[in-house]
């Protein structure tokens, strides 16, 4: 099984800034893609930023140039620096991961329980 631990999220003033981590554990062979996604209530959960193990990165539109995904492969950690947060951002952030568990074994998506954000204006 692996599993997927966010933390780091709270409430933040407006203009302010978060870290958020992800550790990934458990049987793990390798680890392609890891990434952030979010859902405010009643919308739909959406992309934040992905990085492929290569570091390769991809942002929504809504975030590009506050917020920046970083990964330590040798941690199977994935980290989220947000800056100059608004009250839109406001959701909770989900962490993902693709993942396999052995040589053998096929990709698989697996999600975090979700870590809160919450910005005052």
């Known amino acids: 099984q692996v599993q997927l631990v966010e933390s780091g999220g709270g409430l933040v003033q407006a203009g302010g800034s978060l870290r958020l981590s992800c550790a990934a554990s458990g049987s793990i062979f390798s680890i392609n893609a890891m990434g952030w996604y979010r859902q405010a209530p009643g919308k739909q959960r959406e992309l934040v930023a992905s990085?492929?193990?290569?570091?390769?990165?991809n942002y929504g539109d809504s975030v590009k140039g506050r917020f920046t995904i970083s990964r330590d492969n040798a941690k199977n950690t994935v980290y989220l620096q947000m800056s100059s947060l608004k009250p839109e951002d406001t959701a909770d952030y989900y962490c993902n991961a693709l993942v396999r568990t052995t040589i053998a074994t096929v990709t698989m998506n697996y999600w975090g329980k979700g870590t809160l954000v919450t910005v005052s204006s």
């Open positions: 990085i492929t193990s290569g570091g390769s990165t």
